[in-house]
């Protein structure tokens, strides 16, 4: 029996996420690896979800989400990005991944080469595989961490069927230009491509700036199909509520898939999350202003300690640049010596790679309380006098 288990997962490790928050545990170490927020998250949300358990059904819901969710779903990105989307053109998801892995299998036949940009998500690359599609990489280089033409056209092959895009884009913190989506969108329609958008960080974007989805761009409206997560939005990770939105011949397919994976997600949850995408516009754009004050306070920390900070325009997370912090370390030996002698855990960035990793950056999440971020400013700050020989 264990000759025949699939080689693309019997083959993998424990996702880098897992394994640095459990370090952090086992070594009472501040975690700064895992993208948590350690704040309640949506007060109200969460009181309507506990009021939805006494006061609605807690039975199945429909497969496809409830159709308040789905009405709410829509609704929301009418006002916050102009698109015209209908309910039925919604699917409610357990979580993004789950929403990334029903499209994967929907959308990909044996064979089919598939565009993953680097750094990227660590669950693209065996979900791809297990539905049967070949990975080729694009890139986005450090620093400026920009999509180019250039490289769309080097990583597309004869049988390329769709790209993989995540926008803001974890872990560079970077959101992709309207140049740059009205490029991918160009490229997307030449080569009639299917673009699976992950989106998640789509309201966690600061200075002033604002998502663009890129099934807004010209000719995308019938070939994207856009994901999103209210665990971002709220704050509430533990919930595992998403969704896929596409054109209503995409969304069924995509339904097809998404039955036989988690059918459903809890009703509460879906009913509390309706109510927050109505209601809650007022608790988001406070909840970007606290995370960009601490985005802020860890980067002006760290820098005074000596480190080179990049600019982080999105997301919950921040890098360092090692080698030009004068550390000697890769990220994945700097990593470990951090949690394990300095009590901090950080994630080497080389983990949001499948080939030819960059080694020389290391990601902190900053959506922690100030008296968590102070500590481990304070701890980095000996770390570094520590590693600078």
Excluded at 152 to 164: D, F, H, N, W, Y
Excluded at 257 to 279: D, I, K, R, Y
Aim: negative net charge; proline residues 6%; charged residues 20%.
């Amino acid at each position: 029996m264990l000759g025949d288990m699939n080689p693309v997962y019997s083959s993998l490790g424990t996702t880098i996420f897992e394994t640095m928050s459990s370090r952090a545990r086992a070594m009472g170490a501040i975690n700064l690896g895992q993208g948590f927020p350690d704040g309640e998250g949506c007060v109200p949300v969460i009181r309507a979800a506990a009021d939805a358990l006494t006061t609605r059904s807690n039975q199945y819901p429909p497969m496809a989400g409830l159709p308040a969710l789905r009405q709410a779903i829509a609704t929301h990105y009418a006002r916050h990005q102009q698109l015209d989307l209908s309910p039925e053109e919604v699917i409610v998801t357990s979580g993004a991944t789950e929403a990334i892995a029903a499209s994967f299998t929907a959308l990909i036949a044996p064979g089919d080469e598939v565009i993953l940009i680097q750094p990227l998500y660590d669950a693209y690359l065996p979900l791809v595989q297990r539905a049967g599609g070949v990975a080729r990489l694009a890139r986005l280089e450090p620093g400026s961490w920009r999509l180019t033409p250039a490289a769309l056209e080097a990583a597309a092959g004869p049988r390329t069927r769709l790209i993989v895009v995540n926008n803001p884009v974890n872990p560079a913190g970077a959101k992709l230009s309207h140049g740059e989506l009205a490029d991918l969108a160009a490229f997307c329609v030449e080569r009639d491509l299917i673009a699976i958008c992950d989106e998640v960080w789509e309201h966690v974007v600061y200075d002033g700036a604002r998502h663009i989805p890129l099934i807004a761009m010209p000719g995308m409206r019938d070939r994207t199909v856009k994901i999103g997560s209210a665990g971002k939005i709220f704050a509430l990770t533990g919930w595992k509520v998403g969704w896929m939105c596409a054109a209503a011949p995409l969304a069924a397919v995509l339904a097809r898939a998404h039955q036989f994976l988690t059918f459903s997600t809890a009703p509460n949850l879906q009913w509390a999350v309706a109510e927050g995408l109505e209601t809650q516009d007022a608790w988001i754009a406070d909840s970007i202003v606290g995370f960009q004050r601490s985005r802020d306070r860890l980067a002006a920390g760290l820098t005074a300690a000596g480190y080179r900070v990049l600019p982080s325009g999105a997301t919950w997370f921040l890098s360092i640049d090692l080698a030009a912090s004068g550390i000697a370390l890769d990220d994945a030996a700097f990593c470990d010596r951090l949690v394990e002698e300095i009590g901090v855990a950080a994630i080497p960035v080389s983990a949001f790679y499948a080939e030819a990793p960059v080694t020389h950056l290391a990601r902190l999440c900053f959506a922690k309380a100030d008296a968590v971020l102070d500590t481990a400013i304070e701890r980095m700050s000996a770390a570094r006098s520590a590693f600078v020989r």
